[in-house]
């Protein structure tokens, strides 16, 4: 019974919490993750001015999370003062209030600023910062409101998440104990979360050695740097991160994903096959990596290898089945086995396009041309810009003597393509030789 009580009690908590994060009040203009990515907190506060005389509580409701967010503590307080002079049931410049007075040990100010204030009716307030109607110390409160931010992130899609309030939670949970390490990794996630990455890091690197979560901040800041750095100051980054995790296989497939991602094949391969002899899970996909440079180093005899043996470890995998199927289809062997395998595959992931155009591609060479062109042609309707497809499409249609539309789709393919691309040059002589006619 009473564990059932606590749950209940712990649910009507974080329907609360719920209800405060996803409000009417104005602080919860931000409500999804592409409006807090065009938001930037530091931009916010330089243009800031506090005035004497008004009080726009949008605004100052923006400045109160943006001082908060990057822990200008003072200026925050500042902003809630002025809220609270105005409308004293503020219930977001309350809790900073009370967060600044507690980080500056003011008791007695705090007290008097209570005395206005009838607890029962701060359901949220009392329950992160009391107990027994006394206040909690700082770290426990630190701990609840880290807590009150989980239970909200675990529980929301990223499309509903209120990011500004996780943020802000997260902030005060930060100023209350700065050794509360899992609210700052957690805050680093929340930046990573909206490609944030630089800022990510920052709060990353702000974790210890001593902290349990050191290995996966600095696992996270060898990821983050394939997003926002380029590739010589992500290789020397990951390579640094390296030599303090020497045995760390996540770092090493990331710096092995960097060299793939950048065209630098042999370098990863090393550091694929050093990965392969020692995992012991997702060789599969280790393998499939590795036979991926092989073929793009035109070796196809170790990429077919790499290819069969990850399928033998998963043969279900649908990116595995067509990138296998289509390199024997473009050398005209297997055609049969390569249609099984990419129907296969298209059933595993019915939304690709690139499987739906190798699939379409096999029943080409099948020399099903209606199918063929039925299939290319949704493909085109799922990815209208890729080059590759409307070549083939145009490849379709010429066998099937549609040539107009033939001559169409293929001088569509060179206008989308990169100028170094090979494919220019491929249509090119296709053009040539009809032209010739």
């Avoid at 060299?259 to 094949?265: G, L, Q, V």
Wanted: negative net charge; glycine residues 2%; contains cysteine.
């Amino acid at each position: 019974m009473i564990k059932i009580f606590r749950f209940l009690f712990f649910m009507l908590i974080l329907t609360a919490v719920s209800k405060n994060l996803l409000g009417n009040n104005s602080s919860s203009y931000l409500i999804s993750q592409q409006a807090f990515k065009n938001y930037d907190f530091f931009t916010v506060l330089n243009k800031f001015k506090i005035e004497n005389n008004k009080v726009d509580f949008q605004e100052y409701s923006k400045e109160l999370f943006s001082a908060t967010i990057t822990e200008n503590l003072i200026l925050a307080n500042e902003i809630a003062e002025k809220i609270l002079s105005k409308d004293t049931l503020n219930q977001d410049a309350i809790m900073l209030y009370i967060v600044f007075n507690l980080k500056n040990n003011n008791l007695s100010d705090l007290d008097n600023f209570l005395l206005n204030y009838d607890l029962d009716q701060y359901e949220l307030i009392s329950f992160i910062f009391f107990h027994d109607d006394k206040f909690k110390n700082k770290k426990n409160i630190s701990k609840t409101l880290l807590e009150l931010v989980k239970s909200y992130y675990n529980s929301t899609t990223s499309l509903e998440i209120n990011f500004n309030y996780l943020l802000f939670y997260s902030s005060l949970a930060i100023l209350l104990d700065e050794n509360n390490y899992e609210a700052i990794y957690l805050k680093a996630e929340l930046y990573q979360l909206i490609q944030n990455y630089f800022v990510a890091d920052t709060y990353y690197n702000k974790i210890p050695q001593k902290s349990f979560y050191y290995k996966d901040a600095q696992k996270n800041i060898a990821f983050n740097s394939l997003k926002y750095l380029k590739f010589k100051e992500a290789e020397n980054k990951i390579k640094k991160i390296l030599e303090r995790n020497n045995d760390d296989k996540i770092i090493k497939k990331i710096l092995a994903d960097l060299y793939r991602i950048n065209y630098n094949y042999n370098l990863a391969i090393n550091y694929y096959t050093e990965l392969i002899k020692l995992n012991d899970q997702d060789l599969w996909s280790l393998y499939y990596l590795r036979g991926i440079c092989y073929e793009r180093l035109d070796n196809w005899e170790m990429a077919e290898k790499d290819f069969l043996e990850s399928l033998s470890i998963n043969p279900d995998a649908p990116d595995v089945l067509n990138y296998l199927a289509y390199g024997w289809i473009e050398k005209n062997i297997f055609i049969e086995r390569s249609l099984e395998m990419l129907k296969k595959a298209y059933e595993g992931n019915p939304s690709s396009y690139y499987i739906l155009d190798s699939l379409a591609w096999a029943y080409y060479k099948k020399n099903n041309l209606k199918k063929a062109a039925d299939l290319m042609e949704k493909v085109i309707d799922m990815a209208p810009g890729e080059s590759i497809s409307l070549d083939h499409l145009g490849d379709i249609y010429f066998a099937m003597n549609r040539k107009r539309e033939a001559i169409y789709f293929w001088n569509q393919a060179i206008d989308l393509a990169d100028s170094d691309d090979d494919l220019i040059k491929k249509i090119n002589k296709k053009l040539e030789k009809y032209n010739a006619g």
